[in-house]
């Protein structure tokens, strides 16, 4: 069936850095991008940007440029998120998601990232 | 950017209830909203695509409609299983799709 699995929970201090990675299998990857959306604790879904598995052409929302790079791999059909210079208010549950046509059709289970001191 | 915002952020009903939740944009955006739901500890589920779509294997008692910049969720009879987080989201703006801030459904 068509699924994406996540990466697991991590613990970070502030300053350092995560990464979180995003498999897909069920579907061609190539043939979908791969968005990705956090939501802290008890707070909205916010959308952070979105990665082409065909070209690797990425838009990042314009608060966290700079900080986040996407990257693909289509050999593994495996998406990465990384966020650079961990903050406390980036503590939040990660999600990737499938954009299709309409929507976001398919979402990863969430990777919990915790930042700490 | 597209402002999206949804009403009410939480609303408590019966069992059996018609509920109905709003979302506006601040630009119209022909039929691109949809609508997911979200329990607490899960990832959110797609229900309603472009406006009034179904996605497959949700209940027909969830129904969307609206265009421009106004637009509505409704759950026809509300089911204890109901109880959750609902978030609009536009899709005009590819890929920038943005959501609203949610609207917490209780029994």
């Known amino acids: 069936q068509v699924q994406l699995v996540q990466s697991g929970a991590e613990v970070k201090v502030p300053g350092a850095s995560v990464k979180v990675s995003c498999k897909a299998s069920g579907y061609t990857f190539i043939s979908y991008g791969i968005s990705w959306v956090r939501q802290a604790p008890g707070q909205g879904l916010e959308w952070m940007g979105w990665?082409?598995?065909?070209?690797?052409?990425?838009n990042y929302v314009q608060k966290l440029q700079g900080r986040v790079t996407m990257t693909t791999d289509p050999s593994t059909s495996t998406a990465y998120m990384e966020l650079k210079s961990l903050r406390s208010d980036d503590t939040a549950v990660y999600y990737c998601a499938r954009p299709g046509r309409y929507a976001m059709d398919v979402w990863g289970q969430g990777t919990t990232v915790t930042v700490s001191s | 950017d597209i402002q999206v915002t949804q009403s009410p952020s939480s609303l408590s009903a019966s069992v059996g209830d018609r509920v109905t939740i709003t979302c506006r944009t601040s630009?119209?955006?022909?039929?691109?909203l949809n609508w997911y739901q979200q329990k607490p500890g899960k990832a959110p589920r797609l229900l309603i695509y472009?406006?009034?779509s179904l996605q497959s294997g949700v209940p027909s008692r969830f129904s969307g409609s609206g265009s421009g910049t106004d637009f509505t969720l409704a759950i026809r009879s509300l089911q204890p299983e109901d109880v959750a987080t609902y978030f609009c989201q536009q899709s005009y703006t590819t890929p920038r799709w943005t959501f609203g801030q949610g609207t917490k459904v209780e029994i």
């Open positions: 990665i082409s598995n065909d070209n690797g052409n990425t």
């Open positions: 630009q119209s955006i022909s039929s691109y």
């Open positions: 472009a406006a009034s």
